[in-house]
């Protein structure tokens, strides 16, 4: 049975870091696209980054850039979602998920459906 565990949440100041894992059993993720997502509380989920699985290529949403890293461990079975420089706004449940496809144009919001396996999140609270 495939499944994805999220682990690294917690509670963090402004301008803090946190790094995120997303750990995978049961399969591997060398031959999928991988996301991570967030939603905050009365908001929709939001394509956070998204990663190939075989290429390592990343890409992020531009509420993330150049503050979010997302990486793959040579055994392709954990992802991580190093988060600097977090603000207020970044509060949120972070979810991981596995899709086939290009991972640039699933971290399109219209694609959020080609995702098939998610994780339970994590949850990041950064006070101000």
């Known amino acids: 049975q495939r499944q994805l565990v999220e682990s690294g949440g917690g509670l963090v100041q402004a301008g803090g870091s946190l790094r995120l894992s997303c750990a995978a059993s049961?399969?591997?993720?060398?031959?999928?696209?991988i996301g991570w997502f967030r939603q905050a509380p009365g908001k929709e989920r939001e394509g956070v980054s998204t990663?190939?699985?075989?290429?390592?290529?990343?890409f992020y949403s531009d509420s993330v850039k150049g503050r979010f890293t997302t990486s793959i461990d040579n055994a392709k079975t954990t992802v991580y979602l190093q988060m600097n420089s977090l603000k207020p706004e970044d509060t949120a449940v972070y979810y991981c998920?596995?899709?086939?496809?290009?991972?640039?144009?699933?971290?399109?919001?219209?694609?959020?459906?080609?995702?098939?396996?998610w994780g339970q999140g994590t949850r990041v609270n950064v006070s101000s």
């Open positions: 049961g399969f591997t993720l060398h031959y999928w696209s």
């Open positions: 990663i190939s699985g075989s290429s390592s290529r990343t």
């Open positions: 998920a596995v899709g086939a496809g290009d991972p640039e144009l699933l971290l399109h919001p219209a694609n959020v459906g080609d995702f098939e396996v």
